[in-house]
């Protein structure tokens, strides 16, 4: 059964960093899509960043909601089974509990996950 693990998550002023991280264990994760989702307060969960081979060779590709892009960079670690998220600039909005999400999947898609992680919190203050 696979089983995903976030960290990373803290407490950080606005414009600073932070890096979460996670992994996988019990899937091949290779050959899986892996994103981070986000629920902020009161709101929705929402997608955030996805990587995959998106059926190429060549490499990964990726993802980004417009909310994040240019800040965040997701990757995936010297393990197969971890992906990190690095976040700069962040913002206030960006507050929020962030998920690490993965699916047997070579397609780089915004929904249809079927595993999640427990979530870490991340809170971005002024």
């Known amino acids: 059964q696979v089983h995903l693990v976030e960290s990373g998550g803290g407490l950080v002023q606005a414009g600073g960093s932070l890096r979460l991280s996670c992994t996988g264990s019990g899937g091949t994760f290779s050959g899986y899509t892996m994103a981070w989702f986000r629920r902020a307060p009161g709101k929705e969960r929402e997608f955030v960043a996805a990587?995959?081979?998106?059926?190429?060779?060549?490499?990964?590709?990726?993802d980004y909601a417009d909310s994040v892009k240019g800040r965040f960079t997701i990757s995936r670690g010297n393990a197969e089974n971890t992906v990190k998220l690095r976040m700069n600039s962040l913002e206030l909005d960006d507050t929020g509990v962030y998920y690490c999400?993965?699916?047997?999947?070579?397609?780089?898609?915004?929904?249809?996950?079927?595993?999640w992680g427990q979530g870490t919190q991340v809170t971005v203050s002024s």
């Open positions: 999400a993965a699916v047997d999947s070579a397609f780089l898609i915004r929904a249809g996950y079927s595993y």
């Open positions: 990587i995959s081979t998106n059926g190429h060779t060549d490499g990964d590709t990726t």
